[in-house]
C-alpha cells in the first residue's frame, strides 16, 4: 500500500530536522504573510542549490510537496500550505514551526487561518460557510481530470444506461418527451395519438415501409398525409432520406440504446427555435464601441455568436422539414440615453449580417424607478440587475410573443440575470464567464474590503457562485478556463475553495468535475478575418486612410508618436487599456530592448490618447502610465500609439495590412480567457504571439502556429520577438511558415460554424436530460436563493447608498 504524502512528510520531518527546518526559516523568512507558488517554489530551488550539490534536498517529500504546493500562509507560530495534488483535489497541511509538527487541515480550518491573517478574524468566530457539495451527492460526475470539458459526452454515457436499466422505463419517458414539442400552436414530432410504446413501434415500422418505396429526395409534404395518419407530425426531415435516417435512430434506441446514438438522435429534433442571449454591460453595439471602457471581445464575440446560431438554428429547421419557421435571436442589453454617438439608445436594432437577429435594449432603473441615464463601469451594475431581469423578460416575452428555448448569459452580471430569467420562465440556461475577475486581480477574495469601493468584489463573486450553480451547462472556451495546468488553477476551479473575511467562506463553491461544463471554442468572423493572401477579398479602398493612420505625421488627442523608420516591420497590438491587457507593460519591455527596437517599430491600437477622454478610471491610469513610459524610454520615433475605435472591417484589413509587411501582432495580457484578437491575427496569416496564461496556450501550438510569451517576464518575451524579426530578415520563408501554421490552426479548431453546431446540440442534450431525470436540481435552487436573498441582494442595495 502506497503511505500517504502526508505520513512520507511526518516521516521525513521526524529523520531530516535539520534540512526541513533550513526550508521552513527560508520559507517564513520572506517576510510575507501569504506566499504565492513562484515564490514558494523560487526559494525552494535556491535552498536546493545552496546544498552544495550534496542532494539533500531533492527526490525527498519535501520537494515532492513544495512542487504541488499553490500557495502558503504563515505567521509567527505555524506555517500552512495549500497542496494541489491534481486538477482540483487538495491537500491543506499545516507544520508548526517550533516544534515542526505536521499535521492535515480541513478546507474551512485552513480559510479561517487565511482570515486571521487577513482581516484579524478572531479564532473561532462564526462565519457562514457555503457549501453546495451536499445536494450533488446522487448526481453522477466525472473522475478523471482529462474528461473535464467534455461533459455531455460523459452525462450521455451514465445516464442513457440509467435511463434504460428497464428498456421499457426509459423507452416511456422518450416517448413523453417527442410529444411535448410545439412551435407557433403547431404539434411537432408525435401526435397524443401514439399513446404507448406498441404503438410507436408500430407506427416506426408502417412508416419506414411507406417511405423505403419513395425516392430518397421526395419532399415532406409529398408523403406527409401518409406520415400524418401513423401519428408522426412535422419535424422528422425534409424529405424521405432524413425522414427515415432520423427514424432509423429513434428505431436503434429503443432496440438497443447507445450514448452516441442518444446524442445524434438528440441533435435532430426541432427544440430550439428562440435564443436570448444576455450582455447587460458596457457599450453593446455594432459600430463605434469597440475600446470603448468594458466593450472589446465579449461584443465581437457575441454579435459573431448570433450570426453563427442563427444560420445553424435555420439549417437545422430546413433539415426538420420546417421552412416556415423564422428562428429567433435576441441579444438582451442595457440602454444607455446618453449614448455618445452610438445606437445604444435604440430600444431594438437590427444585427447586420443575419436575417432576424437583434438587439433588444433595456434601460437600467434605480430604486425610485428612474432610469439611469450614463454608462457606468461594469463593477458598479449589480444593484440595477434584479429590475433589470424582470423588466427584460417582460420585454422578451412581448418580442418573441413567448417563451425562449434557451437563455445564454455571459460575464458575471448577464449570467446573474440569466439565472434569474431561466429559472422564472422555465427554460434551459447556459452560462459563458468570458472572464472570472477573481483569477485577474490577486488577493481579490482576501482583501474584498480593500478593493470594495472600485471593484465591489463581494457582489460579484456572490453573484459568480449563484450563476455557477444554476447553469444547466456552462460553456468555457479552453481546457484551461476550467481546469488550469498542471502548475496553476483554472478560473472555475478558483471558486471550489476561497474566503471572503467578514463575509463568508466558501468550503464547496464550485465542482469542475461536475459534468455541466463542455469545452466550445469560438472562431473569427470569416467574412472580416481572412488571409492576407486572399487578394480578390481585400479592402483595398482602406489602404489609404491605414496608411494616414499608422505612418501619418499627426499627433493630438487621438495619436501619439510618428515612426521614423517606415521602412521597418511592425509588432502590432490592440486591446482595451487596462491593467490585465499589460499594454503599457509591452511598451516598457520594448522600449528596454534595443534589438527589439532596431528589429520592429510599435504599433499600439489602444483606449484613448487623451485621459480628458475616458470616463473610466483604471484606463486613465493606464494613459497616464503610457505617456511616462514614451517619454521615459524615448518612444516618439518607434511606437505609434492610436487611440481610436476601429470598425471591424478596417480592424479586419489592418491585420492584413500589418501583414503585407511582414510584421507579427503581439497579445501581452497578464491573463487573457480565450483571445480573439490572437484567433483574428491568425485568421489573417499574422504570425502571433500570445500570453501563455490563459486560452492562447491552447490556441498556439508553440513554434508552430505562433509564440507564447511569459508577461512576467518582460525581458525574455521581448528577447523572444526580437529574434523572430532577425530570423526571418536572415531567413524570409520562416515568417511564411509561421503564418501558414497559424491559419492552419484556425482553420483545423475554431470557427464559428463548428462552435454554433456544437452549442446548439449542447443545448437539446441538457434540455432534454433536465426534463427525463433530476438534473433540475430543486434542492440546490432553493439554497441558492436563500443565499441571493441574504448575501447579494444586502450588498447590491449597499451600492445605492
Given at each position: 500500500m502506497r503511505v500517504s504524502l502526508t505520513e512520507r512528510l511526518r516521516v521525513y520531518f521526524q529523520d531530516h530536522r535539520t534540512e526541513a527546518h533550513r526550508v521552513l526559516h527560508g520559507l517564513t523568512g520572506l517576510g510575507r504573510q501569504f506566499l504565492l507558488r513562484s515564490e514558494i517554489v523560487d526559494a525552494f530551488a535556491d535552498m536546493a542549490g545552496a546544498s552544495d550539490g550534496d542532494g539533500q534536498l531533492a527526490a525527498t517529500p519535501l520537494s515532492e510537496a513544495i512542487g504541488y504546493c499553490q500557495e502558503g500562509a504563515v505567521n509567527h507560530a505555524w506555517l500552512y500550505l495549500?497542496?494541489?495534488?491534481?486538477?482540483?483535489?487538495?491537500?491543506?497541511?499545516?507544520?508548526?514551526?517550533?516544534?515542526?509538527?505536521?499535521?492535515?487541515?480541513?478546507?474551512?480550518?485552513?480559510?479561517?487561518?487565511?482570515?486571521?491573517?487577513?482581516?484579524?478574524?478572531?479564532e473561532g468566530a462564526w462565519t457562514l460557510e457555503f457549501d453546495v457539495a451536499p445536494f450533488s451527492r446522487g448526481l453522477p460526475k466525472l473522475l478523471e481530470a482529462d474528461s473535464i470539458g467534455h461533459g455531455v459526452r460523459f452525462l450521455n454515457r451514465r445516464l442513457s444506461s440509467r435511463m434504460f436499466e428497464t428498456l421499457e422505463g426509459g423507452a416511456l419517458r422518450l416517448l413523453d418527451f417527442l410529444r411535448l414539442h410545439r412551435c407557433q400552436d403547431q404539434q411537432l414530432m408525435l401526435s397524443a395519438d401514439v399513446g404507448d410504446l406498441d404503438s410507436l413501434r408500430s407506427a416506426l415500422r408502417q412508416a419506414d415501409s411507406v417511405l423505403t418505396r419513395l425516392d430518397p429526395a421526395t419532399p415532406w409534404d409529398r408523403f406527409a398525409a401518409a406520415l400524418l395518419g401513423l401519428g408522426f407530425q412535422p419535424g422528422w426531415?425534409?424529405?424521405?432520406?432524413?425522414?427515415?435516417?432520423?427514424?432509423?435512430?429513434?428505431?436503434?434506441?429503443?432496440?438497443?440504446?447507445?450514448?452516441?446514438?442518444?446524442?445524434?438522435?438528440?441533435?435532430?429534433?426541432?427544440?430550439?427555435?428562440?435564443?436570448?442571449?444576455?450582455?447587460?454591460?458596457?457599450?453593446?453595439?455594432?459600430?463605434?464601441?469597440?475600446?470603448?471602457?468594458?466593450?472589446?471581445?465579449?461584443?465581437?464575440?457575441?454579435?459573431?455568436?448570433?450570426?453563427?446560431l442563427e444560420a445553424d438554428m435555420r439549417r437545422r429547421l430546413d433539415e426538420q422539414g420546417l421552412h416556415g419557421i423564422e428562428p429567433q435571436v435576441v441579444v438582451i442589453s442595457r440602454l444607455i440615453p446618453e449614448a455618445d454617438g452610438t445606437t445604444c439608445d435604440q430600444h431594438l436594432e437590427a444585427i447586420a449580417g443575419s436575417n432576424n437577429a437583434r438587439i433588444l435594449r433595456v434601460p437600467f432603473r434605480n430604486a425610485a424607478g428612474d432610469v439611469l441615464p450614463h454608462w457606468i463601469s461594469r463593477f458598479e451594475v449589480w444593484p440595477y440587475l434584479e429590475r433589470f431581469a424582470a423588466d427584460a423578460e417582460r420585454e422578451l416575452l412581448a418580442e418573441l410573443h413567448g417563451r425562449p428555448d434557451l437563455i445564454i448569459g455571459n460575464y458575471s452580471d448577464g449570467n446573474l440575470?440569466?439565472?434569474?430569467?431561466?429559472?422564472?420562465?422555465?427554460?434551459?440556461?447556459?452560462?459563458?464567464?468570458?472572464?472570472?475577475?477573481?483569477?485577474?486581480?490577486?488577493?481579490?477574495?482576501?482583501?474584498?474590503?480593500?478593493?470594495?469601493?472600485?471593484?465591489?468584489?463581494?457582489?460579484?463573486?456572490?453573484?459568480?457562485?449563484?450563476?455557477?450553480?444554476?447553469?444547466?451547462?456552462?460553456?468555457?472556451?479552453?481546457?484551461?478556463?476550467?481546469?488550469?495546468?498542471?502548475?496553476?488553477?483554472?478560473?472555475?476551479?478558483?471558486?471550489?475553495?476561497?474566503?471572503?473575511?467578514?463575509?463568508?467562506?466558501?468550503?464547496?463553491?464550485?465542482?469542475?468535475?461536475?459534468?455541466?461544463?463542455?469545452?466550445?471554442?469560438?472562431?473569427?468572423?470569416?467574412?472580416?478575418?481572412?488571409?492576407?493572401?486572399?487578394?480578390?477579398?481585400?479592402?483595398?479602398?482602406?489602404?489609404?486612410?491605414?496608411?494616414?493612420?499608422?505612418?501619418?505625421?499627426?499627433?493630438?488627442?487621438?495619436?501619439?508618436?510618428?515612426?521614423?523608420?517606415p521602412d521597418k516591420p511592425l509588432l502590432f497590438t490592440m486591446a482595451r487599456l487596462d491593467r490585465i491587457k499589460n499594454i503599457a507593460g509591452l511598451v516598457d519591455w520594448y522600449g528596454n530592448h534595443a534589438e527589439l527596437r532596431q528589429a520592429a517599430n510599435l504599433l499600439v491600437v489602444s483606449g484613448h490618447v487623451d485621459p480628458g477622454l475616458s470616463g473610466d478610471n483604471e484606463e486613465r491610469e493606464q494613459i497616464h502610465l503610457m505617456h511616462e513610459l514614451m517619454d521615459r524610454h524615448g518612444l516618439d520615433g518607434e511606437v505609434r500609439w492610436l487611440g481610436l475605435h476601429l470598425d471591424k472591417a478596417t480592424a479586419g484589413e489592418l491585420y492584413r495590412y500589418v501583414?503585407?509587411?511582414?510584421?507579427?501582432?503581439?497579445?501581452?495580457?497578464?491573463?487573457?480567457?480565450?483571445?480573439?484578437?490572437?484567433?483574428?491575427?491568425?485568421?489573417?496569416?499574422?504570425?502571433?504571439?500570445?500570453?501563455?496564461?490563459?486560452?492562447?496556450?491552447?490556441?498556439?501550438?508553440?513554434?508552430?502556429?505562433?509564440?507564447h510569451v511569459d508577461p512576467n517576464h518582460g525581458a525574455a518575451a521581448a528577447a523572444r520577438m526580437a529574434g523572430f524579426f532577425q530570423r526571418c530578415q536572415a531567413a524570409p520563408d520562416y515568417w511564411q511558415t509561421l503564418s501558414a501554421g497559424g491559419l492552419a490552426r484556425v482553420e483545423d479548431r475554431y470557427t464559428w460554424r463548428l462552435y454554433a453546431e456544437r452549442m446548439l446540440t449542447l443545448a437539446r442534450v441538457y434540455g432534454f436530460w433536465k426534463y427525463v431525470s433530476d438534473l433540475e436540481r430543486t434542492e440546490t435552487r432553493r439554497y441558492l436563493e436563500m443565499f441571493y436573498g441574504l448575501q447579494f441582494r444586502p450588498l447590491a442595495a449597499a451600492l445605492q447608498r
Open positions: 495549500a497542496l494541489r495534488l491534481s486538477v482540483a483535489r487538495w491537500l491543506y497541511l499545516r507544520v508548526h514551526l517550533e516544534t515542526m509538527d505536521l499535521e492535515p487541515v480541513a478546507t474551512a480550518a485552513y480559510l479561517h487561518f487565511k482570515e486571521r491573517l487577513a482581516a484579524g478574524v478572531e426531415g425534409s424529405d424521405a432520406r432524413r425522414t427515415r435516417e432520423t427514424m432509423g435512430l429513434l428505431r436503434d434506441l429503443l432496440e438497443a440504446p447507445s450514448p452516441h446514438i442518444m446524442e445524434s438522435f438528440l441533435a435532430r429534433i426541432p427544440m430550439i427555435f428562440s435564443v436570448a442571449i444576455l450582455s447587460p454591460h458596457g457599450w453593446f453595439g455594432q459600430s463605434n464601441v469597440l475600446g470603448r471602457p468594458d466593450t472589446g471581445g465579449q461584443v465581437v464575440y457575441i454579435l459573431d455568436q448570433v450570426r453563427a440575470v440569466a439565472s434569474l430569467m431561466a429559472h422564472s420562465l422555465g427554460v434551459t440556461q447556459c452560462n459563458i464567464a468570458h472572464a472570472l475577475e477573481k483569477t485577474k486581480y490577486l488577493y481579490s477574495d482576501l482583501y474584498w474590503r480593500d478593493m470594495d469601493a472600485q471593484y465591489h468584489f463581494g457582489c460579484q463573486f456572490t453573484a459568480d457562485l449563484i450563476a455557477m450553480n444554476s447553469a444547466d451547462f456552462i460553456i468555457a472556451s479552453t481546457y484551461q478556463e476550467i481546469a488550469g495546468t498542471a502548475d496553476s488553477l483554472g478560473q472555475y476551479e478558483s471558486y471550489s475553495a476561497f474566503t471572503l473575511p467578514g463575509l463568508y467562506r466558501v468550503v464547496n463553491g464550485t465542482d469542475i468535475y461536475d459534468p455541466k461544463f463542455n469545452i466550445v471554442s469560438p472562431g473569427a468572423d470569416p467574412e472580416v478575418y481572412f488571409s492576407y493572401a486572399q487578394s480578390e477579398r481585400r479592402l483595398r479602398h482602406l489602404h489609404p486612410a491605414i496608411e494616414q493612420q499608422v505612418y501619418g505625421n499627426q499627433t493630438g488627442p487621438e495619436a501619439r508618436g510618428v515612426l521614423a523608420d501583414a503585407d509587411r511582414r510584421g507579427a501582432f503581439v497579445q501581452p495580457a497578464l491573463f487573457e480567457a480565450f483571445g480573439l484578437t490572437v484567433i483574428e491575427a491568425m485568421a489573417s496569416g499574422l504570425p502571433t504571439f500570445a500570453t501563455c496564461f490563459g486560452g492562447p496556450q491552447e490556441i498556439i501550438v508553440d513554434g508552430l502556429s505562433g509564440f
